[in-house]
T-cell receptor
Framework: DVKVTQSSRYLVKRTGEKVFLECVQD?????MFWYRQDPGLGLRLIYF???????EKGDIPEGYSVSREKKERFSLILESASTNQTSMYLC????????????FGPGTRLTVL | QQQVKQSPQSLIVQKGGISIINCAYE??????FPWYQQFPGKGPALLIA?????SEKKEGRFTISFNKSAKQFSLHIMDSQPGDSATYFC????????????FGTGTKLQVIP
């Protein structure tokens, strides 16, 4: 079974802190994604990556950056956390299918105080 | 701009009944329509998908109906079971290149015994 794991299930940070969310997939997938999920808004794409060191902005990239140094790992970075970044963050991967996520991780619930 | 509108926001169905979730899209260039299922505490999982060259696709108790002229598609869950209780997201994308997926806002389904 494909597994997408995220480093933390719950995270509490202070406003202005730099936050790292880590995601690892174990099936050699080309594509990896970061979404945020908010009630009533569905899933919104922050960034995706279709190859190592390659990244594309999604719908809401402001305030975020990403890093993909190895194929299996995709990191989301909040440069200076703000309260409006309190959300559920979901990582996903896919082998093919362009920009379509196939397997999701369990999510990280981030609270910024 | 919400390109995929999903309704209802929540749905309660008796065990054995039919659950129906509707989605409408605006972008006529969309040609791939997946549905995702998300259980509490888990990430979404790809459930079933359809392309506009067919009007219906069935997998077990799950059926997608597609109406290209009306720019609408729907998920029907036949013989709904308590284990189907989850949040369902419709989505749409273009099927070529690295086209990102646009998600609906989600429908929380509760199947009561």
């Amino acid at each position: 079974d494909v597994k997408v794991t995220q480093s933390s299930r719950y995270l509490v940070k202070r406003t202005g802190e730099k936050v790292f969310l880590e995601c690892v997939q174990d099936m050699d997938h080309e594509n990896m994604f970061w979404y945020r999920q908010d009630p009533g808004l569905g899933l919104r794409l922050i960034y995706f990556s279709y190859d190592v060191k390659m990244k594309e902005k999604g719908d809401i990239p402001e305030g975020y950056s990403v890093s993909r140094e190895k194929k299996e790992r995709f990191s989301l970075i909040l440069e200076s956390a703000s309260t409006n970044q309190t959300s559920m963050y979901l990582c996903a991967s896919s082998l093919h299918g362009g920009g379509r996520p196939q397997f999701f991780g369990p999510g990280t619930r981030l609270t910024v105080l | 701009q919400q390109q995929v509108k999903q309704s209802p926001q929540s749905l309660i169905v008796q065990k054995g009944g039919i659950s129906i979730i509707n989605c409408a899209y605006e972008n006529t260039a969309f040609d791939y329509f997946p549905w995702y299922q998300q259980f509490p505490g888990k990430g979404p999982a790809l459930l079933i998908a359809i392309r506009p060259d067919v009007s219906e696709k069935k997998e077990g108790r799950f059926t997608i109906s597609f109406n290209k002229s009306a720019k609408q598609f729907s998920l029907h869950i036949m013989d709904s079971q308590p284990g189907d209780s989850a949040t369902y997201f419709c989505a749409a994308s273009m099927d070529s290149g690295y086209q990102k997926v646009t998600f609906g806002t989600g429908t929380k389904l509760q199947v009561i015994p």
